[in-house]
């Protein structure tokens, strides 16, 4: 039974930081990957940053590279977020093992699997 609990989200300005964690638990097995993705109300979801457990490589939306950096320790999955834009303003979820497109560096796509994510964390970023 896989849990996924989101912490860290609130109000920043426009060019502060925050940091979110997600404390993973119930994953097994080798080759998995730990990501974030983020959701507007009534928008598409969008991929952030993916993970993988194994060999810690790890690959980014291109409009949060350089800004974004995601890391794992133990079983605690971060996402530390520099230079906020209004436009980073979502929901943010973590999710296990979801499926991923990646190219490159590049997160292109991600779609979590049912059951697999938190109950997320408000991010608002105000202009």
């Known amino acids: 039974h896989v849990q996924l609990v989101e912490s860290g989200g609130g109000t920043v300005q426009t060019g502060g930081s925050r940091r979110l964690s997600c404390e993973v638990s119930?994953?097994?097995?080798?080759?998995?990957?730990v990501a974030w993705f983020r959701q507007i109300q009534g928008s598409e979801r969008e991929g952030v940053a993916v993970?993988?457990?194994?060999?810690?490589n790890s690959y980014y939306r291109d409009s949060v590279k350089g800004r974004f950096t995601i890391s794992l320790d133990n079983t605690k999955l971060n996402l530390q977020m520099n230079d906020l834009k209004p436009v980073d303003t979502a929901m943010y979820y973590c999710?296990?093992?979801?499926?991923?497109?990646?190219?490159?560096?590049?997160?292109?796509?991600?779609?979590?699997?049912?059951?697999?994510w938190g109950q997320g964390t408000q991010v608002t970023v105000s202009s």
């Open positions: 999710a296990a093992n979801p499926d991923v497109v990646v190219a490159g560096t590049s997160l292109l796509g991600l779609t979590p699997r049912s059951g697999y």
């Open positions: 119930g994953t097994t097995g080798s080759g998995y990957c």
């Open positions: 993970i993988y457990v194994d060999s810690g």
